[in-house]
């Protein structure tokens, strides 16, 4: 169930149009003006406590339309990186959307929104959804990447923001790749110690490059981020906040995000 309302939330089709809009409207053809082989990659958070740290990679592998031409299918591949039970997974699903009203505007558009200029200048317009509960959610749409992120503001709390995209020869953001200790070609230069760790945590990437790292318990929950600057040689004091227990350290590097289980324990 998870996985079909992540897919409905990429590819969600839209029907009409408001004319009050002070630049012209991306048309639905334009939202999902996308080609064979493009790559987008989300970041997930949640309320609830199985779903707080997920990232979510679509790849589309084949593209089509109806013999009139106003429907178009898109065929992707879906992989989705959570966190369960203190570990983290991966899951993929294959499947086809089918997009109409190709050559409508979404509808209702947000005529005051201010539209950020980044994504490389391409034009963002946004639109709200109501659901069965008359909870108003809002997506921002993006010229030949779909939606860019979805946010509700209800009290399952859900945001999906897109962080990459890859077009052909257009890229814009950082990839985020996950990387186990026991599958990277440095591992032997890896070093985290001491485990278990009572007050400081020593962290040696050797070749890898570092730009922050995060803690979290094993319900999901982030309790400890420390952002700094490049860096292969890291030392981190712990903070008396953080008790006894075990933890998932994940270190962002220049080749992907690092996981490690680390157990801290004071006398």
């Known amino acids: 169930m998870m996985k079909r309302y992540l897919f409905f939330i990429f590819i969600i089709s839209l029907i009409a149009y408001q004319p009050s809009f002070s630049q012209t409207p991306l048309k639905t053809s334009e939202i999902f003006d996308v080609e064979i082989g493009d790559f987008f990659q989300y970041k997930i958070e ?4 199985t779903d707080t740290f997920n990232y979510r990679n679509i790849e589309i592998l ?4 109806n013999s009139a031409g106003d429907t178009l299918y898109l065929k992707s591949l ?6 369960f039970n203190g570990e983290f997974h991966s899951s993929s699903l294959i ?5 109409t009203s190709l050559d409508k505007p979404p509808t209702p558009v947000d005529t005051s929104f201010s539209r950020p200029n980044l994504y490389n200048g391409r034009q963002i317009d946004r639109s709200y959804v109501t659901n069965s509960n008359t909870e108003k959610t809002w997506q921002d749409l993006i010229k030949g990447c779909g939606v860019l992120n979805y946010d509700s503001s209800s009290q399952n709390f859900y945001k999906d923001s897109l962080i990459y995209f890859k077009k052909g020869l257009e890229e814009w953001g950082n990839l985020k790749e996950y990387l186990g200790v026991e599958n990277l070609e440095f591992e032997s230069r890896i070093n985290i110690f001491p485990n278990p ?3 400081n945590l020593t962290i040696r990437l050797g070749q890898l490059v570092a730009t922050n790292i995060e803690l979290y318990n094993l319900e999901g929950k982030e309790i400890y981020f420390l952002d700094f600057s490049e860096s292969s ?14 933890y998932i350290l994940l270190v962002s590097t220049d080749k992907g995000i690092l996981n490690k289980r680390i157990i801290i324990k004071r006398e």
Do not use: H, M
């Open 46 to 49: 949640s309320s609830a406590q």
């Open 62 to 65: 084949d593209k089509w339309y």
């Open 78 to 83: 879906t992989v989705t990186f959570y966190f």
């Open 95 to 99: 499947q086809t959307a089918t997009i």
């Open 197 to 199: 760790a009572s007050s």
């Open 233 to 246: 040689n890291i030392e981190i004091s712990i903070p008396q906040s953080i008790q006894n227990g075990i």
